[in-house]
C-alpha cells in the first residue's frame, strides 16, 4: 500500500466495504473517480482490466489515495470470471467477501457502429457491443455472487437509452440492452438481498467519449438545456452517486436509473 495522498474518512459512507470497481483505465475515467472517491470514503477497493490496457491501469492505480490490488479481467471470458472470487481472494485473504461491483465497462467499434453508421452495422460487431457493453453485467454480477451476501450491491453506468441520440446508434442499442438487463438481475438477485442499479450520466469527457464520432453533437446539447449547467469534464457526481447507491443509504433502491445529468433527461427542449 502507499502512503494516502488524499483525505479518507474512516467514518465515510464505505467505511468497511470491500468494492470491485471492473474497468479502470485512465485517470479522467469514471471508473477511476469512483475508486477514488470509494477509497476517500472508507472503502477498500481492487479494481481491474484486461490486455493491453491492463498495463496503464497498473500505471494509474498508483495515482489513487490508496495503490489498490489491480486485477486481470476480461468480462467476455469464461476463464477469467471464474477464477475472479479466487484472485479477489488472493489478494485479500481466503474469508474475503466484495460488498459492492461497478460495471464501467462498454465498448463499439467506432468505425462501424457510431457516428451515423446505425443502417450499416455489421452484426458480428453489434454482437460484440451487446456482449461487452451489456451482457457484462450479468456475467460480472454472478462471477462476483459467491463472494457477495445481504446488503451487496451491484451498479453499472450508462447513458439514457430511452430515445435516439445523433451519432450513438447501435452503442444507444447496446445501453437499452444494458438498462433491461440491469432490471432482470435486480428481480433475480434481489431475494439474495442484492441490489442493482445504474447511473445515466451525461457526456463524460473520458477515453470512450472521444471515439465516438461527432461526440462534441452531444456535448453541445447538454451545455445548452441542462437546467443546472453541465461540466464534461467533471466525474465527481458521477462518482458520488455510484458510491451513494453502493452505501446503505439505498438500502430498498433497485432496478433502478438515477439520472446524474444536470437534469437535462428532465427538459422537453
Known amino acids: 500500500m502507499t502512503e494516502a495522498t488524499d483525505t479518507i474518512n ?10 470491485l470497481v471492473a474497468g479502470v483505465t485512465l485517470d479522467t475515467s469514471i471508473g477511476f473517480a469512483v475508486a477514488k472517491f470509494a477509497q476517500q470514503q472508507g472503502a477498500t477497493v481492487l479494481i481491474s482490466n484486461f490486455g493491453q490496457a491492463l498495463r496503464i491501469t497498473r500505471r494509474i492505480a ?8 489491480v486485477l486481470e479481467l476480461d468480462v467476455t ?15 485479500l485473504g481466503s474469508d474475503a467477501h466484495l460488498d459492492g461491483v461497478v460495471h464501467s465497462i462498454a465498448y463499439g467499434n467506432p468505425e462501424t457502429l457510431l457516428g451515423g453508421k446505425f443502417l450499416t452495422g455489421p452484426w ?3 454482437a460484440q457491443a451487446v456482449q461487452v457493453s451489456a451482457y457484462s453485467l450479468k456475467s460480472l454480477a454472478m462471477a462476483c455472487k459467491p463472494l457477495m451476501s445481504e446488503g451487496g450491491s451491484v451498479v453499472g ?8 441520440w445523433p451519432v450513438y446508434d447501435w452503442m444507444g442499442v447496446a445501453k437499452a440492452a444494458l438498462e433491461s438487463t440491469s432490471r432482470y438481475l435486480a428481480r433475480d438477485l434481489g431475494p439474495d438481498g442484492i441490489r442493482v442499479n445504474l ?6 469527457k473520458t477515453l470512450a467519449a472521444k471515439a465516438i464520432p ?6 453541445s446539447m447538454w451545455e445548452q438545456n441542462s437546467p443546472l449547467g453541465w461540466d464534461n469534464g467533471d466525474q465527481q457526481p458521477t462518482a458520488r452517486a455510484v458510491c451513494a447507491l453502493l452505501s446503505d443509504l439505498f438500502p430498498a433502491t433497485t432496478g433502478e436509473i438515477v439520472h446524474v445529468d444536470g437534469g437535462f433527461h428532465a427538459m422537453g427542449a
Open 214 to 219: 461527432g461526440f462534441e453533437e452531444l456535448d
Open 124 to 126: 458480428s460487431d453489434v
Open 157 to 164: 453506468l450508462t447513458f439514457d437509452a430511452s430515445v435516439a
Open 199 to 204: 447511473v445515466s450520466a451525461g457526456p463524460l
Open 77 to 91: 471470458d469464461e476463464d477469467h470470471l471464474a477464477g475472479l472470487a479466487e484472485q479477489v481472494r488472493e489478494h
Open 10 to 19: 474512516p467514518n465515510g459512507i464505505l467505511a468497511g466495504k470491500t468494492i
Open 62 to 69: 498508483k495515482r489513487l489515495p490508496v495503490l489498490p490490488p
